[in-house]
């Protein structure tokens, strides 16, 4: 079982979306699987191109994008992998644009053209989003965010199996509020909430991770 998981945010060390994603492979780790973290701003790469090359008539192989970037190998691992965990804090209102662009590289080369929109992925697989945001839980259909995260849901789901999403609401954005613009917010409830419900959310990520690493799609 090997467990693949991607960091869409530009972040690596200590915030909030990596911490879900580190705490989410150690569950899976915890269920017997080999683990990867990928950091997707680590990497030199862009969005689809619009070439179509996956989708010409006499492609060599199916559901392999052209392009050769530093995400290329990446996508070569995807195929030998059996769960998909990836996250991203959300952004003006969607997935990071880091996120956005692999999840086109990711998709669009095992979409067919068909009219039962056949999947090219060779098996079904777990695949989970994990986003974490500023806004709190209550705003979240108020702003259309539950729209975004169930069109990508959906994506995955139809690709490569079941998805699960997980949301971290409230998030702390600042390691000190006083050295930015914050004043809409209340700087103590942040930290404390950051103390008291940020753990409940690895904690959350963990059980999601284990998850992924023991069940079918």
């Known amino acids: ?40 701003y680590s990497l030199d790469f862009s969005g689809c191109i619009s070439c179509f090359a996956c989708k010409r008539l006499d492609r060599e192989e199916d559901g ?15 195929q030998d992998c059996d769960a998909l965990i990836i996250g991203t804090p959300v952004y003006y209102g969607t997935e990071s644009s880091g996120t956005r662009a692999f999840l086109e590289r990711l998709c669009f ?15 079904r697989i777990n695949t989970a989003m994990i986003y974490t945001m500023n806004v709190p839980e209550n705003k979240i259909q108020e702003m ?9 849901k959906k994506f995955l ?16 954005q600042y390691p000190d509020y006083d050295l930015y613009e914050a004043k809409m917010f209340d700087k103590e409830a942040k930290y ?9 959310d690895c904690q959350r990520a963990r059980e999601l991770g284990k998850r992924m690493a023991s069940s079918q799609a």
């Open 144 to 152: 259309g965010f539950d729209q975004v995260f169930n069109m990508t």
């Open 1 to 40: 079982m090997k467990v693949m998981a991607f960091n869409g945010s530009p972040r690596q060390e200590g915030w909030n979306t990596v911490t879900l994603l580190e705490h989410a492979l150690q569950g899976a780790e915890s269920a017997g699987a080999r683990t990867e973290l990928v950091q997707l």
């Open 192 to 200: 404390q909430r950051h103390h008291q419900v940020f753990p409940q």
């Open 64 to 78: 392999v994008c052209a392009l050769q970037d530093d995400l290329s190998p990446v996508l070569d691992r995807v």
């Open 109 to 123: 080369p095992y979409l067919k053209y068909d009219p039962d929109r056949i999947s090219l992925f060779p098996k």
């Open 157 to 172: 789901q139809l690709h490569f199996g079941s998805c699960e999403l997980l949301l971290s609401t409230d998030t702390l």
